[in-house]
């Protein structure tokens, strides 16, 4: 325990994996946290005075336990017996070998492998933050720097599983529920951030990376460095060979509301799906993760677009090469992460052979690619492994285990050593067998028999009825009831060599295993780089698949500031309708100089929605190179995209509901640019109707009148707004169709040109299931308001709908009583009052009668 105590104190946040023996066995807190992580029995036992807690497992089962306490936030440091305790008297050294944490792993079972897993370190000076990502398993590594925003944004783009920062700063509230570690001050110091770097890329200096310029970002990058070599032990990083700027400037910016709302990676609700979910056919961990990124980092530039959409052109036409290469990538592994434990000395032979097959699926797949040079317009070459893939064939055995100690990894021929060691294991038992047919010639025992046991070696027993049979050169060893244990020179001298031999059989396995990684590790740069590009097939492969299995057509860029969609479909929704039921295709055009704004109107669950949000989804899956859900689109390219739902709750955040609202359409104003598309949603909704329609309406006035002239799509239910398409020529009036037949409505889903005068809400509430009298008496109420061509008059006659058609006379109450009510009744605001609110202020006015 004393030993316990002192490692634990140099790990006070982590949870200790303390190796005793054959078990992984916690202590106290944290054997209480563990058992009730895992599900294991938590057991007492007495320390001094009182009792600790002890919870354990056994050390096998420490892959499959130890992803648990990881995802459940956990860090957990291991330590393992650094000693043969054969070989020792007394308490065996441990010590720490790894610290597992959420961000810092190479476990498959904690790792998502189409996901990165990446850690962020910050760093703040002023109101400036430097940041550096790196995905320890993939070796990727980012420097970014920026303001609070940027930061936020770099956050919801690449999700950090865990983040460290500088002991002294403080974390910024948003990302207080993300799992987050302070450093000590001296990590982040750029003297020393910048020699760790150059030390690390064996550099003179980072000019090369071209992230010379970004002091706060390296000041972040070196405290990785920091946290990985000095707290979680993973010295061993080889695979990291770069690191880069996040270019920001070269994709096409969403904020964080943006991301959510379009459900790019995440969708809405458990059970739904995200667009990822519905584009993603790739077959391999790379192309997987790729595509992840490209969905939020969407490029701007037309001509890298167009590579990635020739490149799924070809595949849509070349059916057969497509169907060998993907049959080929089905068998690829994940090669980043491969080669992340191939530097860390973490590979299993098995994970070898992994790597091996998968280098030689990419080399066919080279060589299918060889036949059409024209392929290299859109995609690199990849680069020629034969040599690897030779070396690995002639060193390692075909079949190999999942661990080195089980031996038989080393081909024959590599090692004289090992081939005459191996041939002595084999011989060995054939020496025993001859051995004892020998002895039992000799001494006529024929029941003698030769075995073997920890303590005493190999030997000969004898039972006792042939003891006086025993010659004289035998050593006696060990008495047992019935026999006697005896051994011999011969014997001895053949239990050094073969007892040996294993020992040694072992070592040099394993040593050669080690020097066959070393030198797969020369070819590290050639196996990333060729990685990369089986993401960047891999991707195209399934988009190509994607865009002919749901019909999808290849869009065309510019440089124009028009959107062109025609017959544009919601990917997401038209896999999700029941049964029977298809999608409504949409026209929609936008163009900076004669139809900016669209004003689109109509009953509510027409699909206003489903409009706005299929128009930037179809520009964005342009923008990632992807074909389009369209007949026909053209997208003069987006440098951001905003969209605004009206009223959605935030609470959690702390904020009103309506200033959240107002918050994100004012960093929407500030942020525009020509290149912008903006979807507002029901703006301005989460208020009363005056103030709603006139922020709508001011805000619309705003961005008709910008000189940056933003592509906007408004939906809403005011349609005072169609009124302003007499005054501001590019605000444009739509609305989507339906049909009315007795008393019931159809939705047509059609985007028509023109405004509309209803939006069916009540017929909404009615389908619903809101009582009848709620719906009936909203329908009288909005007759009356029909009736009513201005708003500014339609509270007087609500008001007068309501003195008319009360059955209850007011001057039937007391007087007390009918001030109160006179007082409830000119609060209420019946422009803003939903029905169920009036139900209950009905309740409450029944109340005070004492009804
Ligand atoms: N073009 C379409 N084809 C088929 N179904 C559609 C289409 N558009 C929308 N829908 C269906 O109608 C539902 C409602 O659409 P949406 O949310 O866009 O309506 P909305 O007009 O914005 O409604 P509200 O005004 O109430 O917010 C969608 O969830 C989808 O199931």
Known sequence: MTQYNTIKAKYPDALLLFRVGDFYETFGQDAIKTSQILGIVLTKRAN?????????????????????????GMRVAICDQLEDPKSVKGIVKRGVTELVTPGVTFNDQVLTSKKNNFLL????????????????????????????????????????????????????????????????????????????????????????????????????????????????????????????????????????????????????????????????????????????????????????????????????????????????????????????????????PKELVYLRQSIININEIRKHLLKFP????????FINLEELIEFIKNHLNDELPVNINKGNVIKEGISEELDHLRNLQSKGRGFLDDMCQREIE??????LKIDFNGVFGYYIEVRNTHKDKVPEDWIRKQTLVNAERYITEELKEYENQILGAEEKIGKLELELYRNVCENVLIYIDQLQENSKLIGELDCAVGLSDLSVEDNYTKPILNDSFSIDIQEGRHPIIEKSLPLGESYIPNDVFLDKDSQQIIMVTGPNMAGKSAILRQTAIIALLAQIGSFVPAKHAEIGTLD?????????????????????????????????????????????????????????????????????QPKTLFATHYHELNEMSVNFERIKNFHVSIQEAKGNIIFLRKLISGGSEHSFGIHVAKLAGMPSKVVNRANEILKTLESTRTTQDSGEKIKRVTEENLQLSFFQLDDPVLENIREELTRIDINTLTPIEALMKLNSIKKMIGR
């Not at 001094?48 to 459940?72: Q, W």
């Not at 000799?442 to 029941?447: F, L, P, V």
């Open 48 to 72: 001094g005075e009182g009792h600790i807690e002890l919870a354990g497992f056994p050390h096998h089962s420490v892959d499959s336990y130890l992803p648990k306490l990881v995802r459940a």
């Open 121 to 348: 370190s910050l760093h703040k000076e002023k109101e400036k933050y430097g940041m550096a990502l790196v995905d320890v398993s993939t070796g990727e590594f980012l420097v970014s720097e920026g303001n609070l925003e940027k930061l936020l944004h770099i956050v919801h783009t690449f999700d950090p599983s865990e983040i460290i920062y500088q002991r002294t700063s403080e974390i910024p509230n948003q990302l207080r529920n993300k799992n987050v570690f302070k450093l000590e001050d001296w990590a982040f110091k750029y003297p020393y951030a910048y020699e760790k770097l150059t030390s690390h890329f064996k550099t003179q200096s980072l000019k090369g990376f071209g992230i010379d310029e970004h002091k706060l970002g390296i000041t972040a990058a070196g405290a990785i460095f920091a946290y990985l070599v000095e707290d979680t032990h993973h010295a061993l990083l080889q695979h990291i060979t770069r690191i880069q700027v996040i270019p920001q400037d070269d994709y096409l910016m969403m904020d964080n509301f943006t991301l959510r709302n379009l459900e790019i990676v995440y969708s809405a609700n458990h059970q739904g799906k995200s667009l990822l979910d519905i584009i993603d056919k790739t077959s391999t961990p790379m192309g997987g993760r790729l595509l992840r990124r490209r969905l939020i980092l969407p490029l701007k530039n037309i001509g890298d677009i167009n590579r990635r959409l020739n490149l799924i052109e070809f595949l849509n036409k070349e059916d057969s090469l497509k169907y060998d290469i993907k049959d080929l990538l089905k068998g690829i592994s994940d090669l980043d992460r491969l080669i992340g434990k191939l530097a860390a000395e973490k590979i299993s």
């Open 374 to 381: 024209d392929v290299l317009a859109w995609i690199d070459p």
């Open 442 to 447: 000799r001494t006529g025992i024929t029941s």
């Open 640 to 708: 951001k995209i905003f969209t605004r739902v009206g009223a959605t709750d935030n609470l959690s955040a702390g904020e009103s509901t309506f200033m959240v609202e107002m918050n994100e359409a004012a960093n929407i104003l500030n942020n525009i640019s020509d290149r912008s598309l903006i979807l507002l949603d029901e703006i301005g909704r989460g208020t009363s109707t005056y103030d709603g329609v006139s922020i709508a309406w001011a805000i619309a006035e705003y961005l008709h009148q910008h000189p940056t």
